[in-house]
């Protein structure tokens, strides 16, 4: 079933969202991003003449009631978003009559979900190595089941727009599914249009597809990179990996950031590439600083030649130019992680290369695709997040999808 096919009037529906919202010590939310998000699904919903049920976790209160973590606090916020009045379930697994009393064009907004440990399904208070363990965790499961049956009794059909806990398989994010046939249960808006994301990058390639890695550490995104070196035809490797392969080749990086035992993956990555005729793009030269603040003294020096005491803080400008070399003729853009400490503003000009070479790239109808935390932050920065055909909301979710992993509330949904 999809959201668009589906006759919502009469109908309750009980959305996932992720409305795990960043708020500040007296709980005004920081950034509403999240909540925007959610807004094409759930006002389609109100407009069609259903009610809906909506629920989501916020921070981790791991499996205790939590007032700090209480969606409470997001209430109005959600109202206003809306333009609907909306009412609130305290207790999320006792709210059978609230959900019975909604009426068509109403909104009812559960408490946080993870106030019961029974949505993320992991047993809490006993540790893994305890001969318990094994049991608990059986009973978990079955107490989870049960939960989920729970919420999935409120409503007529389940809606998944949460495309950010996707790579979870909770009670609410696909346990859930269980409960409703293929014709009662789909993707919201959000999950639709960041799934065809992924799939315009692993599947429906146009080439050339270069794809930008950057951030600190080659460990965490290895998995992606083995992915994407068997579709990719430029792969550019940034930010501070670039160190650990310049040491991985024999070079000097000084106090630059570094992996050493990962110094023989960074060769079998460089093998790699070469055998699959990957043009693998790796920071010949790079901006040093003395000290890692903004107002640390700079030089440009090669990035195998990194005098003692100084570390590899951005990329050069021989460096930004082979970047934006490999973006500019490309048809379609991967971009995750950042080319340098790009939280100082004196060390931003590699990512902004990349940045800009993407919009010029994605003004001429390539497809780029922008997403993992940091990366998001830096075209924020840049003030350039509508020059580039998608921003993904999914970190984890995101990353899991580009590594080929089948995300849980996908396949609950779509099998
Ligand atoms: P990640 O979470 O692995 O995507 O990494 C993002 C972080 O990598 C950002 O906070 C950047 O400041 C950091 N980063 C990028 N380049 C460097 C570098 N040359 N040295 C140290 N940290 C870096």
């Known amino acids: 079933m999809t959201i668009d096919n589906y006759k919502f009037a009469g109908q309750k529906a009980i959305v996932r969202v992720d409305f795990n919202v960043p708020l500040d010590e007296n709980g005004n939310i920081t950034d509403d991003t999240r909540i925007r998000g959610a807004l094409p699904t759930l006002k389609k919903i109100l407009a069609d003449g259903g009610a809906l049920i909506i629920m989501s976790h916020m921070g981790k209160p791991k499996g205790k009631v939590n007032p700090k973590f209480s969606l409470s606090q997001i209430k109005d916020a959600v109202a206003k978003a809306l333009g609907a009045p909306v009412l609130f379930a305290p207790d999320c697994a006792k709210a059978q009559q609230a959900a019975a009393d909604l009426k068509p064009g109403e909104v009812l907004l559960l408490e946080n979900l993870r106030f019961y440990a029974e949505e993320e399904g992991k047993p809490v208070g006993i540790d893994k190595e305890d001969p318990a363990y094994e049991q608990a965790k059986k009973e978990m499961k079955a107490s989870q089941k049960e939960f989920a049956k729970t919420l999935a009794s409120y409503a007529d059909c389940y809606v998944n727009d949460a495309f950010g806990t996707a790579h979870r398989k909770h009670a609410s994010t696909a346990v859930i599914a269980d409960f409703f046939d293929a014709d009662h249960k789909m993707l919201g808006y959000l999950m639709e249009k960041e799934v065809q994301a992924v799939d315009n990058i692993l599947s429906n390639i146009r080439r050339p597809f270069t794809a930008i890695m950057g951030g600190s550490k ?16 430029n792969l550019i490797l940034c930010g501070g ?21 990962k110094l023989d993956l960074a060769l079998d990555i460089i093998a790699q590439a070469k055998a699959k005729g990957v043009n693998l793009v790796l920071g010949s030269d790079c901006v040093a600083a003395d000290d ?36 500019e003729g490309a048809k379609t853009i991967l971009w995750n992680g950042p080319a340098g400490v790009f939280e100082f503003d004196n060390f931003t000009d590699g990512s ?8 010029k790239a994605t003004a001429q109808g390539a497809y780029s695709l922008i997403g993992g935390g940091d990366s998001v932050a830096c075209i924020n920065k840049f003030g350039m997040a509508d020059q580039v055909s998608y921003i993904s909301t999914g970190g984890g979710a995101l ?3 580009i590594e080929g992993k089948v995300l849980p509330g996908v396949a609950a949904i779509k099998g």
């Not at 990996?241 to 035992?261: L, P, V």
């Not at 902004?352 to 919009?359: D, G, L």
Request: hydrophobic share 40%.
């Open 399 to 401: 990353l899991e999808a």
């Open 292 to 327: 890692f603040s903004n107002d640390a003294h700079t030089q440009v020096v090669p990035a195998n030649d990194i005098p003692d005491g100084w570390e590899g803080m951005d990329a050069g400008p021989e460096t930004r130019k082979a970047f934006a070399e490999a973006i």
């Open 241 to 261: 990996m670039t160190y650990t392969f310049a040491k991985a080749q024999g070079g000097k990086i000084g106090n630059s950031i570094c992996e050493d035992d």
């Open 352 to 359: 902004r290369a990349i940045a800009e070479a993407i919009a």
């Open 218 to 233: 080659v460990s965490t995104k290895i998995g992606i990179i083995e992915n994407l070196m068997d579709k990719v035809d």
